[in-house]
């Protein structure tokens, strides 16, 4: 408040601080006001934005404007067919007038005399049934009758219609305003022309019936546009829901998020829906399964040969982790099925090329079965010395030195043995480092006297692979078994072919077996002695296959696997044959 130096209050200062106080405080209103407003804005804008509310209001305008149309063009043709029935209504109304004998006596005749008597019957007709006018011409082109009595006894500037004897129906625009126009040919008793009856009704009254019928067509145009618009809201809701409330720019954007995913990881991506036909797949599937680029809307059965994979693919149950061979690759194949809303949409599977790392595997399990071989002959090799040892300090060289040629015969001898009928340097250390294996196991591994192969043989990687899963094969097979357990390996090269042939005194392979034994995944092993998750055989089968050759399996007791390679490398089928 302001105050006087004496202390009273100065009314003039307080006036000026409350105008200033309520000035504040409208200002301060009229912001919020304009912020609630544009925060209304806004948010009405957002609405604006979304996909359901842009196809509701378009489609609302959509049936505005067309209903708008559609009521315009039928008012016009409403109008249209009340001018029609007004103009035979006034043909109607001619007509009867036509047929009044006063009316043909007294122009047959034409005696002036009758003038008055034809405008009293024309004035009362046109009173009586509403028309604008009832007009006599005869045949001189006078006007007999005319509600504009000025206008009686004068000539028209037109020639008379209706002396062609039809009647003529238009909309005339004449002296008593725009009509409905009928004109017919008057004829007396003996059937002469004696001139036209034109009778006129006012369009205002033409005006006044469409626009008392209007209403109730409106009516139901308004109710039309109502349930379109109702079903324009629905169609809406329904597309939100089909679209989970997605707007047009968030669908682009998942669009291009998922091409840009899909094509961008280095793992295989296929969608299958429930009728099994592929829906989705990128480029890594594409090379993984050599499929074409146009499989999408094509069932797996039609784009897949029969095999692991596709039964990997056709499948709904939950897949994890399955190790799948092909001809190229070693995948690991995981399946999931898709499930939106309640409802089954098919099956995603992905697929992982793990043959690099399978290769570094198995080249790991190598150096792995090398140390270990070294191992146990490092183990052997200290009972040795150890025995060595006690013979020299019991004072016995001569038996020291015996011993020492024995154990060198040994060695040396299963050394001669391979390099003799081996020449490959690859498969003779893979021999050696089985026979470690072999012995540390306490099974005899032997080497068939009629091997021969060569330094260089063909396909010597995959030789080995086929040879090393076999041999280990063996080795499980005859683990459970009692002693003396025995397995013989022998390979034989020629001009043709080369066979290898593996033998075991196992149990053997029972005849259910024979056909699922090469399956990815399949196993008879159980317990400590599951090594290879029954992907050895399979891995045998797929090296086969990939050179051409075929396998033979005896049934037993003790089974004997026979490989035979071709020395050309084209691939065929394989063939299992039971011996």
């Known amino acids: 408040m302001y105050v006087r130096d004496d202390g009273g209050s100065n009314p003039q200062a307080l006036s000026r601080f409350c105008a200033m106080r309520l000035l504040r405080a409208l200002a301060v209103i009229s912001a919020h006001k304009a912020h609630a407003i544009r925060c209304d804005n806004q948010v009405m804008l957002k609405r604006m934005k979304k996909l359901s509310t842009q196809m509701f209001l378009a489609h609302l305008v959509i049936l505005t404007v067309s209903t708008a149309?559609?009521?315009?063009?039928?008012?016009?043709?409403?109008?249209?067919?009340?001018?029609?029935?007004?103009?035979?209504?006034?043909?109607?109304?001619?007509q009867t007038?036509?047929?009044?004998?006063?009316?043909?006596?007294?122009?047959?005749?034409?005696?002036?005399?009758?003038?008055?008597?034809?405008?009293?019957?024309?004035?009362?007709?046109?009173?009586?049934?509403?028309?604008?006018?009832v007009v006599v011409i005869d045949t001189s082109s006078v006007r007999v009758s005319h509600p504009n009595t000025s206008l009686i006894g004068k000539r028209v500037s037109e020639s008379l219609l209706a002396a062609d004897g039809r009647v003529h129906l238009r909309v005339d625009n004449g002296a008593t305003g725009v009509t409905a126009n009928a004109i017919v040919p008057l004829y007396s008793a003996d059937r002469a022309f004696i001139g036209e009856i034109s009778v006129g009704i006012k369009e205002d009254s033409v005006s006044s019936a469409l626009l008392s019928q209007l209403p109730s067509y409106g009516i139901w145009f308004v109710v039309m546009l109502l349930l379109g618009g109702l079903a324009s809201f629905?169609?809406?809701?329904?597309?939100?829901?089909?679209?989970?409330?997605?707007?047009?720019?968030?669908?682009?954007?998942?669009?291009?998020?998922?091409?840009?995913?899909?094509?961008?990881?280095?793992?295989?991506?296929?969608?299958?829906?429930?009728?099994?036909?592929?829906?989705?797949?990128?480029?890594?599937?594409?090379?993984?399964?050599?499929?074409?680029?146009?499989?999408?809307?094509?069932?797996?059965?039609?784009v897949l040969p029969p095999g692991p994979v596709r039964d990997a693919l056709t499948g709904t149950s939950v897949v994890t982790d399955q190790i799948v061979l092909t001809d190229d690759f070693w995948l690991v194949v995981n399946r999931m099925p898709v499930t939106l809303t309640g409802q089954a949409h098919g099956v995603v599977v992905t697929l992982q090329d793990r043959t690099v790392v399978e290769a570094l595997s198995r080249e790991l399990d190598g150096e792995r079965s090398l140390t270990e071989s070294m191992r146990a002959q490092q183990h052997e090799f200290s009972n040795r010395m150890h025995g060595i040892a006690g013979l020299l300090e019991l004072g016995r060289p001569e038996e020291a030195l015996e011993y020492v040629n024995?154990?060198?015969g040994t060695a040396a001898d299963l050394d001669q043995t391979l390099r003799t009928h081996i020449a490959a340097p690859q498969i003779v250390g893979l021999m050696l480092g089985k026979a470690s294996e072999a012995?540390?196991?306490?099974?005899?591994?032997?080497?068939?006297?009629?091997?021969?192969?060569?330094?260089?043989?063909?396909?010597?990687?995959?030789?080995?692979t086929i040879l090393g899963n076999l041999i280990d094969n063996a080795f499980d097979a005859v683990a459970g078994t009692p002693a003396p357990r025995r397995?013989?390996?022998?390979?034989?090269?020629?001009?043709?072919?080369?066979?290898?042939?593996?033998?075991?005194?196992?149990?053997?392979?029972?005849?259910?077996?024979?056909?699922?034994?090469?399956?990815?995944?399949?196993?008879?092993?159980?317990?400590?002695?599951?090594?290879?998750?029954?992907?050895?055989?399979a891995l045998v089968e797929n090296t086969v296959a990939k050179l051409g050759g075929t396998i033979a399996v005896s049934e037993g007791p003790g089974a004997t696997f026979l490989i035979?390679?071709?020395?050309?490398?084209?691939?065929?089928?394989?063939r299992t044959v039971t011996a």
């Open 406 to 408: 024995e154990i060198r």
């Open 564 to 574: 035979v390679l071709p020395r050309s490398t084209a691939a065929h089928e394989t």
């Open 487 to 537: 397995v013989q390996v022998g390979i034989e090269e020629n001009d043709d072919e080369i066979r290898v042939t593996v033998m075991d005194n196992g149990p053997g392979v029972p005849s259910a077996v024979l056909p699922e034994m090469f399956r990815n995944g399949f196993t008879t092993k159980r317990g400590s002695i599951v090594r290879h998750s029954g992907l050895g055989l």
């Open 69 to 94: 149309i559609g009521f315009l063009l039928f008012a016009t043709t409403a109008r249209g067919h009340l001018d029609d029935d007004y103009q035979s209504r006034a043909a109607a109304i001619a």
């Open 439 to 464: 012995n540390e196991r306490g099974i005899q591994l032997v080497l068939d006297p009629a091997t021969s192969i060569g330094a260089a043989p063909q396909s010597v990687q995959s030789l080995t």
């Open 234 to 302: 629905g169609l809406s809701t329904l597309l939100r829901k089909r679209t989970f409330g997605l707007e047009l720019d968030e669908i682009a954007r998942l669009l291009q998020e998922r091409e840009a995913t899909l094509h961008g990881i280095r793992e295989g991506v296929i969608a299958i829906d429930p009728s099994g036909r592929i829906s989705i797949t990128n480029d890594e599937a594409q090379r993984l399964l050599r499929l074409a680029e146009n499989v999408v809307g094509h069932r797996v059965e039609d």
């Open 97 to 133: 007038f036509a047929q009044n004998g006063s009316v043909q006596t007294c122009l047959a005749a034409r005696n002036p005399a009758c003038d008055a008597e034809v405008q009293a019957l024309a004035t009362t007709t046109a009173e009586k049934t509403g028309s604008a006018f």
